[in-house]
């Protein structure tokens, strides 16, 4: 009797079990459906590839993006621009995709429209700004109209925005330090860099001619420490495949978009760089670089790569590189490696504004970095890169509109690297929490999966057969996710997608980027 009771205990529970199941499944359904109506509001049984497309473009996603394109293939979309409410199912409960993210507030910024919004008008406030001038010890920077403001944001989820003068090229200038930061600690490796270059904000102009208490650079983003950084790369191989190494290793950190080069610009700094040739004379003197360093060819090399170009939407993706931890939110490549990505933020944090640096960790809290172009490199750590462009300097070099922008952001959203430390005590907004559409998250995430797919096919009869085999390789290639996908807010209001573009058609224009399956060892001699 003992057994049958066992087997009778063992039964109830399996019926309870499947009870909860078919509940489960059938509320899920039901949010699922609400969803779809959405796209369908006449009931027509299917919704457009098109309009799906569109709703994702409001939220920042370009339809060219990747993981949209692998979804579109896995699920066969692309074979009839008809999608049925049974392949819209199989499509938010399979494998983990961007669709679904999106569609269920899972993005980096899930109220992306909203936030575009607050950024325009921010832009429009700093409009009117005229203080400052054009860099003027470098000829051709100060001809560059003084009028150009940009902005753009790539976030780690790819979403794109962009507004004003984006699309025009400037020169990286001392934008490049820290990636050219981070190229030489691939290559050499972080231990050997700092063994010729220190970690410490110097508290002077970035020209000055000063070293610390052990002869050394203070740190790798004033111009002693970028001097030595380039000093360091590719030592073994010639001029031009040196540079063009470089090249590539930007082009892979802004997820495939090349780089240009500003002739001119180039050889502009070179008639006006007698501070900079004496700087390294003075370094060679306190025996900063490695034995046999060729001074003169070292100077060039770290002034063409001042004189790269690229704009200010391209700076936006390599700053979603450095967010995301050292891969690519396009590209989905690794192009850093996690610890230089951390050494570099930290060295931007508290050394990348010039003599302005303490100032603005207490105003903006975040790492950055400024170039005498008027170029301004913000990332936000597992949310986004920022990128603004305004020629204009203060009397530190760093761009007016640029530093007053950032400022006004961090004043509204708690972006800055200490506003979420006392919880409880900003009152800024967090534009990373949902405000709470309806449809949560796959039930597989809560629910065992094979038991979960094999009620579906028991119960529903829901085709899942796309479930099986999807990879969309996030986790175990590319490091720790750049932030938390199974946070859901509690709201229980019906989603609403557009159809448009981001308010003023500010959804990124350019390109599509090149996939490239490399790693960074590549950049490694």
């Known amino acids: 009797m003992s057994r049958m009771f066992r087997q009778g205990g063992s039964d109830s529970s399996q019926s309870a079990d499947n009870a909860m ?280 090399f770290y002034m063409q790569a001042c004189s790269i170009e690229c704009n200010c939407s391209v700076l936006a993706c390599m700053g979603g590189t450095l967010a995301n931890g050292g891969v690519s939110p396009i590209s989905k490549m690794r192009v850093v490696s996690p610890k230089v990505v951390r050494n570099c933020l930290t060295l931007m944090y508290s050394c990348g504004m010039y003599d302005y640096s303490g100032e603005w960790g207490f105003r903006v809290s975040l790492p950055a970095k400024s170039g005498v172009s008027g170029a301004l490199l913000i990332v936000i750590p597992n949310v986004c890169g920022l990128a603004t462009y305004s020629p204009p300097l203060d009397r530190r070099g760093n761009s007016v509109r640029g530093v007053r922008f950032c400022e006004r952001l961090t004043q509204i959203y708690s972006f800055g690297i200490f506003d979420q430390l006392v919880m409880g005590v900003s009152t800024k907004l967090d534009p990373t929490i949902s405000n709470g559409p309806s449809l949560p998250p796959p039930a597989s995430h809560a629910v065992e999966p094979l038991a979960l797919q094999a009620a579906q096919m028991e119960i529903h009869g829901h085709p899942n057969d796309h479930n099986e085999g999807a990879n969309h390789e996030q986790d175990s290639d590319y490091g720790p996710q750049a932030h938390d996908q199974s946070q859901m807010s509690s709201g229980q209001s019906t989603p609403q997608f557009g159809t448009g573009k981001i308010p003023n058609g500010n959804v990124y224009e350019s390109s599509p980027a090149s996939r490239q399956s490399a790693t960074s060892s590549q950049y490694r001699r």
């Open 21 to 300: 199941l078919e509940s489960l499944l059938q509320k899920r359904e039901g949010e699922v459906r609400a969803a779809f109506e959405v796209f369908d509001p006449n009931r027509t049984g299917y919704i457009t590839l098109a309009g799906l497309l569109s709703a994702l473009q409001s939220l920042g996603l370009r339809p060219d993006n990747a993981e949209i394109q692998d979804v579109i293939k896995h699920y066969e979309f692309e074979k009839s621009e008809r999608i049925s409410f049974q392949s819209f199912y199989a499509l938010m409960n399979g494998e983990e995709n961007i669709v679904q993210r999106a569609l269920t507030g899972n993005l980096a910024i899930p109220n992306f429209r909203e936030f575009c919004d607050q950024l325009v008008a921010l832009y429009d406030e700093c409009s009117g700004i005229s203080d400052g001038q054009n860099a003027q010890y470098i000829p051709q920077l100060a001809k560059i109209d003084p009028s150009l403001w940009g902005i753009s944001l790539v976030t780690i989820d790819a979403q794109f925005f962009e507004h004003g003068d984006t699309q025009i090229d400037f020169c990286l200038q001392s934008v490049s330090k820290p990636l050219m930061y981070c190229l030489a600690c691939e290559q050499r490796g972080i231990e050997k860099v700092h063994q010729h270059i220190g970690y410490e904000p110097s508290g002077v102009a970035f020209n000055a001619f000063t070293l610390n208490w052990e002869d050394k650079p203070h740190n790798p983003l004033i111009n002693s420490g970028a001097i030595t950084t380039c000093s360091l790369i590719d030592r073994e191989v010639n001029r031009g495949e040196r540079f063009a190494n470089v090249l590539s290793f930007l082009a892979d950190l802004a997820g495939g978009h090349k780089m240009g080069f500003n002739q001119p610009v180039y050889l502009s700094e070179k008639d006006t760089a007698d501070r900079n040739y004496a700087l390294a004379y003075f370094m060679r003197g306190a025996g900063v670089f490695e034995e046999n360093c060729d001074i003169d060819d070292t100077l060039e």
